[in-house]
């Protein structure tokens, strides 16, 4: 079975200042790995995904991750976040054939000015 | 493209009713459909997978007899609770994936259920 932790459920970071929002996985198999981005009251939007080749993996709005496979982790990066960054981002485990999402707990990003 | 919609969004009802959540493919035809749960604070947990054209496979812990699903066509799942209670508010999430296996999910905006 596979699991994912996020270990910070709030993270206050000011205007301009870079972010890391963490996510580790467990899976006894090889697995998909996903970001997304929930803003109050909405659905999710995929922020980037890692299915292979380059371990660095950009995605929308500036955002990108990198997949350690030794330490397990796929770690979120923004150099410079922005107010319209405040959102709850969910980090995701996919196995390959895409029946079934794992969901971290999320994490809060709350951007001050 | 890949854009899937829930209507409705917001949905307030009293204790016993039973309610309808509809979940569309408009650009692309949708052989599996997801259903998600979001409690407060909480992550998203699978309710049920659906088929077009065949029962919804329900996780673990999941009442049949609650969450009623049909996949009746390719475009269109649907989620009934049926006679909702205050615990069965929530922000419900419906995916689709076009295809088979190994096709990317596709979330909708959510329906949130009030229940008072």
């Known amino acids: 079975a596979q699991s994912v932790t996020q270990l910070d459920s709030q993270v206050p970071v000011f205007e301009e200042a870079p972010v890391e929002l963490r996510c580790n996985y467990s899976s006894s198999v090889s697995v998909y790995l996903f970001w997304y981005v929930q803003y109050p009251n909405q659905g999710l939007q995929l922020l980037l995904k890692y299915l292979s080749g380059s371990t660095l993996v950009k995605g929308i709005n500036g955002f990108e991750a990198e997949f350690n496979k030794s330490q397990t982790s796929f770690h979120l990066r923004k150099p410079s976040v922005h107010i319209s960054d405040t959102a709850e981002y969910f980090c995701a485990v996919s196995e390959y054939n895409f029946n079934k999402f794992y969901f971290g707990s999320g994490t809060k990003l709350n951007v001050k000015p | 493209g890949a854009v899937v919609s829930q209507h409705p969004s917001w949905v307030i009802c009293k204790s016993g009713t039973s309610v309808k959540i509809e979940c569309r493919s408009l650009?692309?035809?949708?052989?599996?459909m997801f259903w998600y749960r979001q409690f407060p604070k909480q992550s998203l947990m699978l309710m049920a997978t659906s088929n077009e054209g065949s029962k919804a496979t329900y996780e673990q812990g999941v009442e049949k007899d609650k969450f009623l699903i049909n996949h009746a066509s390719l475009t269109l799942s649907t989620l009934t609770v049926t006679s909702a209670h205050p615990e069965d508010s929530s922000f419900y999430i419906c995916?689709?994936?076009?295809?088979?296996?190994?096709?990317?999910?596709?979330f909708g905006d959510g329906t949130r259920l009030s229940i008072l």
């Open positions: 995916s689709a994936r076009a295809g088979g296996d190994n096709q990317p999910q596709h």
């Open positions: 650009d692309f035809q949708a052989t599996t």
